[in-house]
């Protein structure tokens, strides 16, 4: 799977989450925690202020990421 894809993916899933319950925290699926691809994607998008990270594995998205990701996938749609 390539990063950009992972970025993708995990900000849908993401903003999904969010417009449910944006204080919900969510746990990201084992395969997804053991990628090294997948980590790297969590550290960039939370070094960039777009997803919290509670613990390993357990994120949510900020406003921020939110805004993001309308601005980016949502309007394009």
């Not at 849908?12 to 746990?27: C, I, K, T, W």
């Not at 939370?46 to 996938?73: I, P, S």
């Amino acid at each position: 799977m390539q990063p950009q894809s992972i970025d993708a993916e995990l900000f849908l899933s993401l903003a999904q989450h969010y417009e449910h319950d944006p204080g919900e925290f969510v746990r990201l699926p084992q395969q997804t925690v053991d990628s090294s691809s997948a980590r790297v994607a969590v550290a960039e998008l939370r070094n960039e202020g777009y997803v919290e990270e509670q613990v390993r594995g357990v994120v949510r998205l900020t406003l921020r990421g939110y805004n993001v990701y309308k601005r980016k996938w949502h309007s394009a749609a």
